[in-house]
């Protein structure tokens, strides 16, 4: 990419923002890579995320692109140590680990970063990594505050860099082809959505053979509470931080913001209109501050392309896992079904219905989406779910061609919002709505703080 080439592309990303003037770092020049220069990236956060899933992913695409691994940040020595003898028994490679972020963009000379992070530290380290110089790939949440969620659009939108959310789906053929389905509008207006993440894991996010052997001067506790009040040392907040509000929302962070990513991709709508939600623990008893089941109800107006809002009902348990992973959309006609990945006139309006009111029958001709088996599909070569493999040779293709990536920051932006919002009811028992002008989430007319 040349100069006026380079300018170019910033301008178009800056116009619209509503940022201001924003003048780039000299440095965000010298990290414009050529087609034929390798990609030195770093990863943020050495944990079980990375190890199983990320890093295999970028294996094996980093050929092709031309990319390696060459350091890692993470703030337990326990970690540093098995990055370096993971790196070396899985790759033959040696590789450079860091105790701190800052110390890694010192010195390290990256062209990209790979965040995987604690749930809450994710927007303050996109913030770090744009502030490098860096292309990025984010672990989803984006975020956990509207604080942090502002933050870190700003610093995306002021910047031309690739910044790419870790919320895969996006990347998955049988989810273009659900999003292209609905777009066309055969489907009809989208009445309802019903989703679900159910399992019965008493393990589920629990690490105590690690917590049992945690020291507070194996790690760095006041760098780890990034953006949070100070607390106490707590073994548990570091390893089991999933469980504890605010280094987590749980259940919202974890998972719904996958689902209803899919919602706000499908329709162009950028947030709900309205949140209720209830929820508790009422399973496991063992010091967590997050729920273990919750249920959340959206509202939605009127979609850009249709003419009828509709609601999205979320459920998700850890007691029980009968119904699993769900996700269906229903028209008035049948319904879509992402568990299954088929199109069907199940519920649609039948003739015996529709002739007692002079209407015609409405049903979907039935048809199988194009793609992956459903949302657990694996590569058979790696692994590694099918989604998060090309979402993450789709990051690294943007890296190299400067394209927009399938899940770019303005999409973390918004599940963080509806995620932040399903928090809030839960946690408030409030009716939650969302301010578009002061971007603040408002529970009984009042902005949720942590």
């Not at 924003?22 to 050495?46: H, M």
Request: glycine share 8%; hydrophobic share 40%.
């Amino acid at each position: 990419m040349n100069r006026r080439d380079f300018l170019q592309n910033v301008s178009l990303a800056s116009a619209g923002v509503a940022l201001g003037s924003i003048l780039l770092p000299t440095r965000s020049y010298a990290r414009v890579v050529g087609a034929n220069d390798k990609l030195r990236v770093g990863l943020v956060g050495f944990a079980d995320r990375a190890k199983d899933t990320l890093i295999p992913a970028f294996q094996r695409h980093a050929a092709q692109y031309n990319a390696e691994i060459v350091a890692v940040s993470d703030l337990w020595n326990v970690r540093r140590d098995e990055a370096v003898a993971f790196f070396k028994k899985e790759y033959g490679q040696d590789i450079t680990v860091y105790r701190n972020n800052e110390e890694m963009y010192e010195k390290a000379k990256l062209d990209a970063v790979i965040v995987a992070t604690a749930d809450f530290q994710h927007a303050n380290h996109c913030i770090e990594a744009i502030k490098a110089g860096c292309d990025a790939y984010i672990e989803k949440p984006f975020a956990e505050t509207m604080v942090d969620a502002r933050a870190a659009l700003k610093a995306v939108r002021g910047s031309d860099r690739i910044v790419q959310v870790g919320s895969q789906r996006r990347s998955g053929k049988n989810y273009h082809a659900a999003h292209d389905y609905l777009r066309s509008g055969k489907f009809g207006d989208i009445v309802s959505v019903e989703m679900s993440w159910n399992v019965n894991q008493p393990g589920r996010w629990r690490r105590p053979a690690l917590v049992a052997g945690l020291k507070e001067s194996d790690v760095d506790w006041k760098r780890y509470l990034i953006g949070r009040p100070s607390d106490a040392w707590d073994p548990r907040k570091y390893l089991e931080y999933r469980l504890f509000w605010p280094y987590s929302s749980g259940i919202p962070g974890q998972w719904m913001c996958h689902q209803i990513d899919t919602v706000h991709w499908f329709t162009g709508l950028k947030y709900p209109r309205s949140v209720t939600a209830n929820g508790g623990i009422y399973q496991w008893q063992d010091g967590r501050t997050n729920f273990d089941t919750l249920t959340a109800v959206f509202d939605y107006a009127p979609a850009p392309t249709a003419k009828k809002g509709f609601q999205v009902v979320y459920s998700s348990r850890f007691s029980n896992s009968a119904g699993g992973i769900k996700e269906i959309y229903y028209s008035n006609a049948g319904e879509l079904n992402l568990d299954t990945n088929k199109i069907t006139p199940n519920g649609g309006l039948r003739a015996k219905e529709a002739e007692a009111m002079n209407m015609k029958a409405n049903l979907l001709a039935p048809q199988n989406l194009e793609g992956d088996a459903g949302p657990a599909a694996t590569s058979a070569n790696t692994g590694v779910d099918s989604m998060t493999l090309a979402h993450m040779g789709n990051w690294l293709d943007c890296v190299r061609s400067r394209k927009e990536p399938n899940a770019p920051v303005e999409a973390g932006y918004q599940h963080s919002v509806a995620c932040i919002m399903a928090n809030a009811a839960t946690r408030t028992g409030q009716r939650v709505t969302f301010d578009e002008t002061s971007q603040e989430v408002m529970a009984g007319g009042k902005v949720f703080h942590l």
